[in-house]
């Protein structure tokens, strides 16, 4: 019961240093944001998903709070940016656990077999499983897309408009669908605009 309570405590305690942190994405962030804060943006398929409790600092006095993250592996199928790997781990914050769901408003949600394209950033930590590279999110939801195969074309999806997301000439800019190869067009703009 006293782990649980803990949980639940660094939880919340999390959640309001975390939604005071992404009002900074009001409005959401552009591709040019999502390119600029990425070292690694891959299109892959999740092949697992390992949900964890973890002791993190909650202050900088040196207090601790247990909070859930999960872990996926995704198999890359491309990388447009950063070097190729034959494995990307990523790691969000929230998750299933058990019986129980820990859901952040902010955070993305996957599923085993989901193809994706990721706006990541190397974490400065080690995954504690392994001690391997782990990746994550820097603009939570708004760096994952979900790729699907519509006819024999390959679209992107998202939870904001061609119109948020900027940089978009000859879209639809209500749409929240443009096709992969359009998008990985504009992401080669945006990268070699900032070099």
């Not at 400065?124 to 939570?140: D, E, I, K, N």
């Not at 940089?167 to 998008?183: L, T």
Request: charged residues 20%; glycine residues 8%.
């Amino acid at each position: 019961m006293l782990k649980l309570t803990r949980l639940a405590l660094g939880t919340l305690l999390f959640s309001l240093l975390l939604s005071h942190a992404l009002a900074q994405f009001d409005p959401p962030p552009t591709l040019h944001h999502l390119v600029r804060s990425s070292d690694r943006i891959v299109r892959g398929r999740v092949r697992w998903l390992e949900t964890v409790v973890e002791t993190v600092p909650a202050n900088q006095r040196g207090d601790q709070a247990e909070l859930v993250f999960t872990y996926l592996s995704l198999l890359p199928t491309e990388h447009l940016e950063g070097e190729p790997t034959p494995e990307v781990v990523v790691r969000v914050l929230g998750g299933n656990l058990g019986d129980s769901a820990v859901i952040y408003q902010d955070m993305p949600r996957f599923a085993a077999d989901e193809e994706v394209l990721l706006f990541l950033r190397t974490a400065m930590r080690p995954r504690p499983s392994t001690g391997g590279v782990a990746h994550y999110l820097p603009y939570h939801r708004y760096g994952k897309f979900s790729v699907r195969q519509d006819g024999d074309q390959l679209e992107v999806t998202r939870g904001i408009s061609n119109a948020v997301l900027g940089a978009f000439v000859g879209v639809d800019p209500a749409s929240h669908v443009i096709s992969y190869e359009r998008m990985k067009a504009l992401i080669g703009e945006v990268a070699r605009n900032q070099e």
